[in-house]
């Protein structure tokens, strides 16, 4: 009897869950579009950045007449870079404001928390600013990815460094699960390597001279990070003002602020990243991009983060587009798998029925003594 009413209490959380993908949104107003980001703490820079992007993209085809003769809106909340913040932000968004679909997350955490909550009521969610492998395990309808996985990052940087060096540490953040250290154990294992330490950390610390001594302990003769900009940064200035004369090398997670923080630190650090240069103004892409951010976003310079969450919203409103009148989360679901090599003008998306991971680019730099990145 206890068993039964332990199968009708599950049952009836589960149904309690709202399914709104059968739904179709507001027939009329404003498409509403919402995001969770890290507007405030170590991410805040960051987010803003992607914010930037996706809106100057919507306010372009908002001044042609929006999306079907609908105006997109964007709803972006701030979840602190904390992942219980990004569940509840989210069930706001798709319970009380009604979204149509959700964009640029900047917390892959936060996504991976969230992912449950969004197969059951089966509202989309398009491009995670993240390559966190965490998201990427498992195959989730309502997940679409327009940029690499952390797993093709490094490969790449591994692979490439991996020629000259054979002790690497990697460090990364401790709230994502064993998917994104795996991803490093990996493309070590393939060069026949393994790491000679392991260090996870806290995004939101401020103190990192434990970790910077665990590291100087290990003697690498390579740092590989997968994390945000803050921990980087405290950890490279940490090493340096010890001796340390080692390689250091980050995932596109890191951000290119990470370089104006670091100052003359930053020399000789290897950055992946997973689109087009953003100064490449001969992509037609880029030139959008360019245009668009200083008409609608001045003050901006151009840097990927932006671009990143630029493309995210070129992709949305595709899919936009394409699902129609009547609008509802399937509808845009459907509308989004029939996307086969959209060209953006220099960066391509493909998805399908079976695979939501739009793009496999990833190109890796170098910062100079003068600070700048180049390939």
């Known amino acids: 009897?206890?068993?039964?009413?332990?199968?009708?209490?599950?049952?009836?959380?589960?149904?309690?869950?709202?399914?709104?993908?059968?739904?179709?949104?507001?027939?009329?107003?404003?498409?509403?579009?919402?995001?969770?980001?890290?507007?405030?703490?170590?991410?805040?820079?960051y987010s803003a950045d992607v914010k930037t992007g996706i809106e100057i993209?919507?306010?372009a085809v908002n001044r042609n007449g929006g999306v079907n003769g609908r105006p997109l809106k964007l709803i972006s909340v701030d979840d602190l870079g904390k992942k219980d913040k990004v569940l509840a932000n989210t069930k706001k968004?798709?319970?009380?404001?009604?979204?149509?679909?959700?964009?640029?997350?900047t917390s892959g955490?936060?996504?991976?928390?969230?992912?449950?909550?969004l197969d059951r009521v089966r509202v989309p969610i398009l491009a995670p600013m993240t390559g966190n492998m965490g998201i990427r395990a498992a195959f989730h309808r309502e997940l679409f990815h327009t940029?690499?996985?952390?797993?093709?990052?490094?490969?790449?940087?591994?692979?490439?460094?991996?020629?000259?060096?054979?002790?690497?540490?990697?460090?990364?953040?401790?709230?994502?699960?064993?998917?994104?250290?795996?991803?490093?154990?990996?493309?070590?294992?393939?060069?026949?390597l393994k790491a000679v330490v392991e260090v996870p950390m806290n995004r939101n610390a401020a103190d990192f001279n434990a970790q910077v001594e665990t590291l100087?302990?290990?003697?690498?003769?390579?740092?590989?990070?997968?994390?945000?900009?803050?921990?980087?940064?405290?950890?490279?200035q940490g090493m340096r003002s010890k001796g340390y004369g080692g390689?250091?090398?980050?995932?596109?997670?890191?951000?290119?602020?990470?370089?104006?923080?670091?100052?003359?630190?930053?020399?000789?650090?290897i950055m992946s990243q997973v689109l087009p240069q953003p100064n490449r103004i001969r992509l037609k892409l880029i030139k959008d991009y360019q245009q668009q951010l200083k008409e609608f976003a001045p003050t901006a310079k151009p840097n990927y983060t932006s671009l990143e969450g630029y493309v995210a919203a070129r992709v949305l409103v595709e899919g936009l587009r394409r699902a129609g009148?009547?609008?509802?989360?399937?509808?845009?679901?459907?509308?989004?798998?029939?996307?086969?090599?959209?060209?953006?003008?220099?960066?391509?998306?493909?998805?399908?029925?079976?695979?939501?991971?739009?793009?496999?680019?990833?190109?890796?730099g170098v910062v100079g003594s003068d600070g700048v990145l180049r390939y």
């Open 1 to 45: 009897m206890a068993v039964l009413r332990g199968i009708l209490c599950l049952l009836a959380t589960l149904t309690a869950v709202p399914a709104f993908a059968e739904q179709a949104v507001a027939a009329e107003g404003p498409i509403l579009v919402g995001q969770s980001a890290g507007l405030t703490g170590g991410q805040a820079s």
């Open 57 to 59: 993209y919507f306010k």
């Open 93 to 105: 968004l798709v319970e009380t404001d009604r979204v149509a679909a959700l964009i640029g997350y």
């Open 109 to 117: 955490a936060g996504v991976e928390a969230s992912l449950d909550y």
């Open 147 to 192: 940029r690499a996985g952390y797993d093709d990052e490094m490969k790449k940087i591994i692979g490439s460094l991996a020629l000259a060096h054979k002790r690497f540490a990697i460090v990364y953040l401790d709230d994502v699960g064993a998917a994104n250290p795996k991803a490093m154990h990996d493309a070590l294992a393939a060069n026949n």
């Open 216 to 236: 100087l302990k290990a003697t690498p003769e390579v740092v590989v990070f997968i994390s945000n900009g803050p921990p980087i940064e405290k950890i490279i």
């Open 247 to 269: 390689q250091f090398a980050t995932s596109s997670f890191s951000g290119l602020k990470v370089i104006e923080d670091l100052k003359g630190a930053a020399a000789g650090l």
């Open 325 to 364: 009148n009547n609008l509802s989360p399937e509808k845009l679901v459907a509308a989004l798998e029939e996307i086969r090599r959209l060209d953006l003008g220099g960066y391509e998306i493909n998805f399908s029925g079976k695979n939501h991971d739009g793009s496999r680019y990833v190109d890796t």
